[in-house]
């Protein structure tokens, strides 16, 4: 048994032979050889800190206060509050289409035909990317869009707005809604862009930003499915199941509040 130093511990008495430890804190008494646990000696006890110890601590507390405060603004950065504007309609136009055929792309997966030219103007009401679905690797990303009625914040503070499996839903507790305006001033985009400087303005695309979209409203005809298009939506009057606009996107432009 290894033998402690006496001078640091403090007096201890052998609780079989009653008499003071020759060395405190000792395993093992030397008088009657009974055995003591090792636990309440001296050696046992937690020894101070030095200098080096101290400065490691003092550096994991300060990386931890550096991921903490990093962490938080992520949060804040993803999570960023829509703009609000006040009362009153912000964007006055509908979108415009003219009809029209030609390819716009084909290649060994997919023909993109376009069936009428669009643009729009419109508040931005979500954004939701998908990643897995059929379409994801031509379409990765939803924009539900209003104007009119549907561009103002009186309306939509009236509203709850979610999106999910490539459809946009709104909700109300208002008892008496123009359920006519939230139909035909509002809808579902998939955004297919045209290149990857339109892709990266698209994906910044947030909740409630002004935006003005150019490009095609189109037909997506994969060849793997030829017989089963993926076909836009060619008015505003529809609702549910295939009537969502399938845009290539060519211009992505910000607009200022009016």
């Known amino acids: 048994m290894p033998e402690l130093d006496a001078a640091r511990a403090p007096q201890q008495r052998c609780s079989g032979c009653g008499i003071a430890l020759e060395l405190a804190g000792a395993f093992r008494c030397k008088t009657c050889a009974r ?5 309440s000696t001296a ?23 550096v991921a903490a405060v990093a962490g938080a603004l992520l949060f804040v950065l993803l999570h960023k509050r829509a703009p609000s504007y006040g009362p009153g309609v912000l964007i006055q136009d509908e979108p415009l289409q003219l009809s029209t055929n030609k390819i716009l792309v084909e290649n060994d997966q997919y023909t993109i035909t376009a069936l009428a030219s669009y643009q729009i103007k419109a508040r931005v009401l979500g954004a939701k990317t998908y990643d ?3 379409v994801a690797s031509v379409a990765p990303l939803d924009l539900a869009l209003g104007w009119q009625a549907m561009s103002s914040d009186t309306l939509l503070g ?30 579902n985009h ?27 409203l189109v037909k997506v005809t994969f060849k793997r499915f030829p017989d089963r298009p993926w076909v836009s939506s060619l008015t505003r009057e529809d609702v549910g199941n295939g009537a969502c606009e399938i845009v290539y996107v060519e211009q992505v432009e910000a607009i200022a509040p009016p």
């Open 43 to 65: 050696a046992r006890r937690p020894r101070a800190m030095d200098s080096d110890e101290r400065a490691v601590g003092a550096g994991w507390g300060r990386k931890l206060l």
């Open 190 to 216: 998939h955004m297919i862009p045209a290149d990857a400087q339109v892709r990266k303005q698209l994906m910044k695309l947030g909740e409630g930003e002004l935006v003005a979209l150019r490009g095609y």
């Open 35 to 39: 055995a003591h646990a090792s636990g």
């Open 158 to 187: 009236t509203l709850r707005i979610s999106q999910s499996n490539r459809f946009y839903f709104w909700r109300t507790d208002a008892a008496d809604f123009p359920r006519k305006q939230i139909e035909t001033q509002s809808a």
């Open 132 to 134: 897995s679905d059929f």
